[in-house]
Protein backbone atom coordinates (compact mmCIF):
# COMPACT_ATOMS: atom_id res chain seq x y z
CA UNK A 1 0.00 0.00 0.00
CA UNK A 2 1.38 3.37 -1.15
CA UNK A 3 2.62 5.54 1.42
CA UNK A 4 0.19 8.41 1.30
CA UNK A 5 -2.64 6.07 1.03
CA UNK A 6 -1.71 4.93 4.92
CA UNK A 7 -1.18 8.68 5.64
CA UNK A 8 -4.65 9.32 4.67
CA UNK A 9 -6.32 6.35 6.41
CA UNK A 10 -4.46 7.30 9.73
CA UNK A 11 -5.59 10.69 9.74
CA UNK A 12 -9.43 9.40 9.37
CA UNK A 13 -9.13 7.39 11.92
CA UNK A 14 -7.73 10.14 14.27
CA UNK A 15 -10.87 12.53 13.18
CA UNK A 16 -13.31 9.65 13.62
CA UNK A 17 -11.67 8.67 17.19
CA UNK A 18 -11.58 13.06 18.40
CA UNK A 19 -15.17 13.36 16.83
CA UNK A 20 -15.83 10.26 19.43
CA UNK A 21 -14.78 11.67 22.29
CA UNK A 22 -15.71 15.11 21.59
CA UNK A 23 -19.51 13.73 21.21
CA UNK A 24 -19.41 11.61 24.15
CA UNK A 25 -18.14 14.48 26.23
CA UNK A 26 -21.08 16.92 24.87
CA UNK A 27 -23.76 14.10 25.82
CA UNK A 28 -21.86 14.20 29.60
CA UNK A 29 -22.00 17.44 29.98
CA UNK A 30 -25.67 16.71 29.58
CA UNK A 31 -26.72 14.29 31.29
CA UNK A 32 -24.96 15.73 34.20
CA UNK A 33 -26.77 19.37 33.89
CA UNK A 34 -28.92 19.88 36.40
CA UNK A 35 -32.72 19.77 35.64
CA UNK A 36 -34.82 22.00 36.96
CA UNK A 37 -38.53 21.26 37.77
CA UNK A 38 -41.53 23.68 36.96
CA UNK A 39 -44.27 24.09 39.26
CA UNK A 40 -47.57 25.64 38.73
CA UNK A 41 -48.86 26.84 41.87
CA UNK A 42 -52.71 26.13 41.91
CA UNK A 43 -54.73 28.77 43.91
CA UNK A 44 -56.97 27.17 46.21
CA UNK A 45 -59.91 28.21 48.75
CA UNK A 46 -61.10 26.25 52.17
CA UNK A 47 -64.81 24.49 51.16
CA UNK A 48 -67.24 23.27 53.65
CA UNK A 49 -67.55 19.50 53.80
CA UNK A 50 -69.38 16.85 55.52
CA UNK A 51 -66.99 15.05 57.83
CA UNK A 52 -69.41 11.88 57.65
CA UNK A 53 -72.31 11.04 55.29
CA UNK A 54 -75.50 13.06 56.43
CA UNK A 55 -78.71 11.10 55.95
CA UNK A 56 -82.49 13.36 55.40
CA UNK A 57 -83.03 14.80 58.98
CA UNK A 58 -79.78 14.80 60.61
CA UNK A 59 -78.93 18.05 62.25
CA UNK A 60 -75.48 19.67 61.23
CA UNK A 61 -72.71 20.03 64.15
CA UNK A 62 -68.86 20.64 64.59
CA UNK A 63 -68.53 17.10 64.81
CA UNK A 64 -69.78 16.51 60.88
CA UNK A 65 -68.72 19.63 59.33
CA UNK A 66 -65.01 20.30 58.18
CA UNK A 67 -62.50 22.96 56.03
CA UNK A 68 -61.21 20.99 52.55
CA UNK A 69 -58.81 22.92 50.57
CA UNK A 70 -60.61 23.13 47.04
CA UNK A 71 -59.09 24.52 43.33
CA UNK A 72 -60.41 27.64 43.10
CA UNK A 73 -61.28 26.99 39.26
CA UNK A 74 -63.54 24.03 40.54
CA UNK A 75 -64.99 25.98 43.40
CA UNK A 76 -69.19 25.85 42.21
CA UNK A 77 -71.04 29.09 43.48
CA UNK A 78 -73.41 26.82 45.63
CA UNK A 79 -70.33 26.02 48.12
CA UNK A 80 -69.77 27.51 51.03
CA UNK A 81 -65.86 29.27 51.36
CA UNK A 82 -63.94 30.46 54.32
CA UNK A 83 -63.11 33.34 52.00
CA UNK A 84 -67.46 34.21 51.70
CA UNK A 85 -68.48 32.54 55.06
CA UNK A 86 -65.71 32.46 57.79
CA UNK A 87 -68.27 31.59 60.54
CA UNK A 88 -70.00 29.22 58.39
CA UNK A 89 -69.30 26.59 60.75
CA UNK A 90 -70.53 27.78 63.55
CA UNK A 91 -74.03 29.54 61.75
CA UNK A 92 -74.70 26.61 60.49
CA UNK A 93 -74.99 24.72 64.12
CA UNK A 94 -78.37 22.83 64.07
CA UNK A 95 -79.23 23.13 60.34
CA UNK A 96 -80.96 20.33 58.90
CA UNK A 97 -80.10 18.33 56.06
CA UNK A 98 -83.04 18.29 53.18
CA UNK A 99 -81.21 16.20 50.68
CA UNK A 100 -78.64 13.37 51.76
CA UNK A 101 -74.80 14.57 52.05
CA UNK A 102 -71.97 12.23 51.74
CA UNK A 103 -68.58 12.00 53.56
CA UNK A 104 -66.04 14.44 51.76
CA UNK A 105 -69.45 16.36 49.67
CA UNK A 106 -68.89 19.78 49.78
CA UNK A 107 -72.03 21.58 51.41
CA UNK A 108 -74.43 23.02 48.81
CA UNK A 109 -77.06 25.51 50.17
CA UNK A 110 -79.80 24.05 48.74
CA UNK A 111 -79.29 21.02 50.29
CA UNK A 112 -79.89 22.20 53.86
CA UNK A 113 -82.24 24.73 55.94
CA UNK A 114 -82.54 26.63 58.91
CA UNK A 115 -83.84 25.04 61.65
CA UNK A 116 -86.42 27.42 62.12
CA UNK A 117 -87.95 26.83 58.62
CA UNK A 118 -90.10 24.06 57.70
CA UNK A 119 -88.11 21.23 56.88
CA UNK A 120 -90.69 18.48 57.35
CA UNK A 121 -93.45 19.80 55.67
CA UNK A 122 -90.78 20.21 52.60
CA UNK A 123 -89.30 16.43 52.23
CA UNK A 124 -93.19 15.01 52.68
CA UNK A 125 -94.48 13.22 50.10
CA UNK A 126 -98.37 14.68 49.31
CA UNK A 127 -100.73 12.52 51.08
CA UNK A 128 -98.52 12.00 54.28
CA UNK A 129 -98.29 12.93 57.97
CA UNK A 130 -95.51 13.36 59.95
CA UNK A 131 -96.22 12.34 63.69
CA UNK A 132 -94.00 12.67 66.32
CA UNK A 133 -93.71 9.60 69.02
CA UNK A 134 -91.52 9.34 72.47
CA UNK A 135 -88.54 6.85 72.13
CA UNK A 136 -85.54 5.61 74.27
CA UNK A 137 -82.67 3.10 73.20
CA UNK A 138 -84.64 0.39 74.69
CA UNK A 139 -87.57 1.03 72.49
CA UNK A 140 -85.85 1.78 68.86
CA UNK A 141 -83.12 -1.05 68.17
CA UNK A 142 -80.64 -0.02 71.14
CA UNK A 143 -80.42 3.41 69.72
CA UNK A 144 -79.34 2.38 66.05
CA UNK A 145 -82.06 3.78 63.91
CA UNK A 146 -81.45 7.09 61.46
CA UNK A 147 -83.63 8.81 59.45
CA UNK A 148 -85.00 7.33 56.35
CA UNK A 149 -84.75 3.77 57.95
CA UNK A 150 -87.81 1.49 57.86
CA UNK A 151 -89.28 0.34 61.02
CA UNK A 152 -92.33 -1.42 62.24
CA UNK A 153 -94.05 -0.03 65.01
CA UNK A 154 -95.09 -2.59 68.05
CA UNK A 155 -97.50 -1.58 70.76
CA UNK A 156 -97.46 -3.44 73.72
CA UNK A 157 -100.44 -2.79 76.17
CA UNK A 158 -101.46 -4.30 79.85
CA UNK A 159 -104.25 -6.53 79.69
CA UNK A 160 -106.06 -7.60 83.37
CA UNK A 161 -106.54 -11.35 81.87
CA UNK A 162 -103.66 -12.15 79.83
CA UNK A 163 -101.07 -10.05 81.12
CA UNK A 164 -99.08 -8.00 78.89
CA UNK A 165 -99.75 -8.19 74.96
CA UNK A 166 -97.87 -6.84 72.12
CA UNK A 167 -99.27 -6.20 68.40
CA UNK A 168 -97.53 -4.64 65.61
CA UNK A 169 -100.10 -1.77 64.74
CA UNK A 170 -97.79 -0.20 61.75
CA UNK A 171 -95.18 -2.12 59.39
CA UNK A 172 -92.35 -0.58 57.06
CA UNK A 173 -92.26 3.02 58.22
CA UNK A 174 -90.08 5.74 57.35
CA UNK A 175 -88.03 7.39 60.12
CA UNK A 176 -88.04 11.33 58.87
CA UNK A 177 -86.26 12.43 61.98
CA UNK A 178 -84.46 11.71 65.11
CA UNK A 179 -84.20 14.15 67.63
CA UNK A 180 -80.99 13.10 69.15
CA UNK A 181 -79.57 14.12 72.86
CA UNK A 182 -76.19 13.34 74.68
CA UNK A 183 -76.61 10.42 77.19
CA UNK A 184 -73.16 9.69 79.26
CA UNK A 185 -72.98 6.24 80.95
CA UNK A 186 -71.16 5.61 84.00
CA UNK A 187 -68.12 5.40 82.62
CA UNK A 188 -68.00 8.75 80.90
CA UNK A 189 -68.34 7.64 77.31
CA UNK A 190 -71.20 9.95 75.53
CA UNK A 191 -73.49 8.62 72.75
CA UNK A 192 -75.93 10.12 70.56
CA UNK A 193 -79.71 8.44 71.46
CA UNK A 194 -82.91 9.85 69.77
CA UNK A 195 -85.34 10.80 72.52
CA UNK A 196 -88.28 11.43 69.87
CA UNK A 197 -88.87 9.15 66.69
CA UNK A 198 -91.13 11.50 63.57
CA UNK A 199 -92.55 9.22 61.00
CA UNK A 200 -93.97 9.37 57.39
CA UNK A 201 -97.79 8.12 58.21
CA UNK A 202 -100.45 8.26 55.88
CA UNK A 203 -103.69 10.18 57.88
CA UNK A 204 -105.16 6.80 58.49
CA UNK A 205 -101.92 5.31 60.47
CA UNK A 206 -101.93 9.14 61.70
CA UNK A 207 -105.03 8.09 63.31
CA UNK A 208 -103.65 4.22 64.63
CA UNK A 209 -100.97 5.72 66.19
CA UNK A 210 -102.48 8.20 68.43
CA UNK A 211 -105.07 5.33 69.35
CA UNK A 212 -101.93 3.24 70.16
CA UNK A 213 -100.32 6.17 72.95
CA UNK A 214 -102.93 6.29 74.70
CA UNK A 215 -103.68 2.33 75.18
CA UNK A 216 -100.29 1.63 75.11
CA UNK A 217 -97.61 1.31 77.69
CA UNK A 218 -94.84 1.99 75.56
CA UNK A 219 -94.64 1.69 71.89
CA UNK A 220 -91.28 -0.20 70.67
CA UNK A 221 -89.64 0.68 67.00
CA UNK A 222 -88.31 -2.53 65.17
CA UNK A 223 -85.43 -1.98 62.70
CA UNK A 224 -86.30 -3.36 58.95
CA UNK A 225 -83.35 -4.31 56.11
CA UNK A 226 -83.03 -1.63 53.69
CA UNK A 227 -84.40 -4.45 51.43
CA UNK A 228 -87.79 -3.66 52.56
CA UNK A 229 -87.95 -0.15 50.77
CA UNK A 230 -90.03 -1.47 48.33
CA UNK A 231 -92.62 -3.54 50.32
CA UNK A 232 -95.97 -1.61 51.26
CA UNK A 233 -96.41 0.77 54.04
CA UNK A 234 -100.13 1.66 54.15
CA UNK A 235 -101.36 -0.53 55.98
CA UNK A 236 -102.05 -0.63 60.00
CA UNK A 237 -103.98 -2.10 62.52
CA UNK A 238 -107.65 -0.67 61.84
CA UNK A 239 -109.05 -2.41 64.30
CA UNK A 240 -107.95 0.58 66.69
CA UNK A 241 -110.46 2.92 65.30
CA UNK A 242 -113.35 1.38 64.04
CA UNK A 243 -113.61 -1.69 66.08
CA UNK A 244 -115.36 -4.87 64.55
CA UNK A 245 -118.32 -3.95 63.79
CA UNK A 246 -116.87 -0.79 61.50
CA UNK A 247 -118.96 1.72 63.17
CA UNK A 248 -119.19 1.76 67.12
CA UNK A 249 -117.51 4.23 69.04
CA UNK A 250 -114.76 3.29 71.07
CA UNK A 251 -113.59 4.47 74.55
CA UNK A 252 -109.82 3.51 76.02
CA UNK A 253 -109.64 2.72 79.45
CA UNK A 254 -107.22 2.07 81.14
CA UNK A 255 -105.40 0.21 77.72
CA UNK A 256 -108.31 -1.76 77.13
CA UNK A 257 -111.11 -0.62 74.25
CA UNK A 258 -114.66 -0.61 74.81
CA UNK A 259 -117.32 -0.07 72.02
CA UNK A 260 -119.95 2.40 73.94
CA UNK A 261 -122.49 2.58 70.90
CA UNK A 262 -123.00 3.13 67.25
CA UNK A 263 -121.68 6.36 65.77
CA UNK A 264 -123.59 8.81 63.90
Known amino acids: MKPARLIVMAIALVAAVAAGYLILNIMGQANNAPVREVVK ?7 LVASSSLPIGSRLTEANLDWQEWPEDSVS ?3 ITRSTRPDAVG ?24 AGTRIMSSILPSGKRAVSTGISVETSAGGFILPNDRVDVIMVRNSD ?37 TLELTPEQAKIIAVAQQMASRLTLALRSVADVQDPDTGGA ?3 L ?9 LIRSGQIINVGAAN
Open 41 to 47: KVRTDSV
Open 161 to 197: DAGFLTETILENIRVLAIDQRIREDEDGKKTAVGSTA
Open 91 to 114: ELEGSIVRLPVFEGEPLRTEKIVD
Open 77 to 79: DSF
Open 238 to 240: DHL
Open 242 to 250: SGEDGGSIQ
